[in-house]
């Protein structure tokens, strides 16, 4: 099979899954008017690898000789990593970044996995045999892939083994019977497979670790929705009118899930955080590289309000405006020593994006996001809220008015209100909220990353410098000077090594 089309992804997600939007049961998802533009919208990304200018970087030929998304690319070189960051940013600018679990996000997080999945057979030969055709199944059948690992928010001080979590209620030769919920799968409801994992958390019986991946019609799987942020009217709101990517609970109902779809069970609650922090350093590079994205539509954003305004020489606008290019560089600047500092994998070749690189550029971007938002905002002044309607504009009685108060400089009065209503819905709507809440807590909460910077990096050879220049025995840093040069970059541990 070769990449679809959007038709085709469209006719794949009609089926019988069971998707529950406000109580009510959801037939069909690319017809319900809560869900339909959102499955339009994830139907376009399909849609541009058939793009005649965009073939060559979105799509990959195998040694098979078949098509394949290069999302499935396993990188093997500087060159492919950076062929990969680039297939991130054309499906976050072509869809305003309004997709955050395409189907090469989803591929990202299964990448994490192939490199431990040896780690993860634990010696079980069916097991690795199950990933792997996984593996062949998704990458050829160019499969919308979204995931679910995060539990409900049971009481935090108990052992994972105390609280009621999801777990193994039963285990035969054909498979396992699983009870619980996940709290959340982002798209679930507009996926074509599913992968469920188990968070690292304290305490877990072997019961409650388990990796699988079904369709998202299994039987016995629920996918339950929260509210709809999505708008009917795309010319009023030109990002919730894409719609709304849905976060969604999975519930799993006794449902049984055959051995050739489970990649582990009951292995050991080690293997977890080893999986996790290698599942993040995929999944956090492609977090910035579309927070990049984000951060050119806010600076692009804040140039065309400013032009429209006739505000460009005004010194605190200049100001602004530079702080936004510094955010905007300073993200370019993490992705390009991610991948100047990459490093091939010693055991399988896969070339990895620098991880101290990404997990500093996705903390450093996720704290200063709201900042942003304000900048651009601050910027707008009260033409953030008081633009017309294309129906306003419509009205004989009052365009005449609306059309000369609101002319810009440079553009008709209705340009000028698209440009303001783009950053309305940029930084000042429920999708706009939730877009970052999403930034600052997916794969994991931006502030935990940020003390895995304390708890990994090396500090030997920064304290040792400082003891000396304070007159202090640096053997008190434990090291000799000249041991502990390391080149840029390989100061965290050896999650980054191995
Ligand atoms: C919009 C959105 C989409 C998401 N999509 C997905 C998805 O598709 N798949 C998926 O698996 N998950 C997804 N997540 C889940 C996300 O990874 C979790 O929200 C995140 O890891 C935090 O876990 P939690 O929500 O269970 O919070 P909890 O672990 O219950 O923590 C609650 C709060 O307690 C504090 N806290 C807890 N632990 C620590 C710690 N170690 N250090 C410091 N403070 C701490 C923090 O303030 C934290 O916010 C999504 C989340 C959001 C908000």
Redesign the pocket.
């Known amino acids: 099979m070769a990449v679809r089309t959007g038709v085709e992804y469209l006719d794949s997600i009609r089926d019988d899954r069971k998707v529950f939007l406000d109580g009510d049961l959801v037939k069909d998802v690319t017809a319900h008017p809560e869900t339909r533009a959102i499955a339009e919208t994830m139907a376009s990304v399909f849609d541009l690898q058939h793009r005649p200018d965009l073939r060559h970087i979105l799509t990959i030929t195998t040694d098979d000789g078949e098509v394949q998304g290069s999302g499935w690319m396993i990188p093997k070189s500087l060159d492919e990593l950076i062929q990969r960051r680039q297939v991130t940013e054309i499906l976050a600018r072509e869809t305003g970044t309004t997709i955050t679990?395409s189907p090469e996000h989803g591929a990202i997080s299964l990448l994490g996995m192939h490199e431990l999945r040896h780690d993860f057979a634990n010696g079980d030969q069916d097991r690795l045999d199950a990933f792997d055709e996984i593996w062949r199944r998704c990458s050829s059948e160019d499969t919308a892939f979204?995931?679910?690992?995060?539990?409900?928010?049971y009481d935090?001080r108990k052992p994972a083994a105390q609280t009621d979590l999801i777990r193994v209620v039963e285990k035969n030769g054909k498979g396992i019977v699983v009870r619980g919920v996940?709290?959340?799968?982002?798209?679930?409801a507009y996926a074509n497979t599913i992968l469920v994992?188990t968070?690292p958390r304290p305490g877990l019986s072997p019961d409650q670790i388990m990796y699988f991946a079904v369709p998202a019609n299994h039987p016995g799987m629920k996918i339950v929705c929260r509210p709809s942020h999505s708008k009917h009217d795309r010319e009023n709101n030109p990002l919730a009118g894409r719609g709304d990517e849905l976060?969604s609970m999975l519930v799993f109902d006794d449902s049984f899930i055959p051995w050739e779809n489970v990649i582990a069970q009951g292995i050991p609650p080690a293997a977890t955080v080893r999986l996790f922090h290698r599942l993040s350093q995929f999944l956090h590079w492609d977090v910035l590289i579309r927070q990049g994205v984000r951060a050119e539509y806010i600076l692009g954003a804040a140039s065309n309000v400013v032009d429209s305004l006739g505000t460009g020489q005004i010194p605190a606008v200049k100001d602004h405006l530079a702080e936004l290019i510094r955010f905007l560089e300073t993200i370019r600047a993490f992705l390009t020593a991610a991948e100047t500092l990459a490093v091939p994998s010693s055991w399988t070749g896969t070339y990895r994006p620098n991880s101290l690189q990404i997990t500093a550029g996705r903390t450093y971007a996720a704290q200063n996001w709201q900042h942003m938002h304000e900048l651009l905002q601050d910027l707008c002044g009260s033409g953030l809220l008081m633009q017309p309607t294309p129906a306003d504009y419509a009205n004989e009685e009052i365009s005449p008015w609306l059309n000369r108060v609101h002319e810009g400089v440079g553009f008709t009065a209705e340009e000028r209100s698209r440009i303001f209503r783009l950053v309305w819905d940029m930084t000042a709507t429920e999708t706009s909220a939730?877009s970052h809440?999403?930034e600052?807590?997916?794969?994991?909460?931006w502030?935990?990353t940020r003390?895995q910077l304390f708890d990994r990096y090396d500090r030997q050879r920064e304290k040792m410098l400082a003891l000396k220049l304070a007159g202090v025995d640096p053997q008190k840093a434990q090291v000799e000077l000249g041991q502990i040069e390391r080149p840029w970059g390989s100061h965290l541990d050896a999650v980054n090594k191995s």
């Open positions: 679990r979204v995931q679910g690992w995060i539990d409900p928010q935090r996940k709290s959340i799968a982002t798209q679930g994992g968070f976060d939730r809440i999403y600052r807590f997916n794969s994991a909460p502030f935990v003390t």
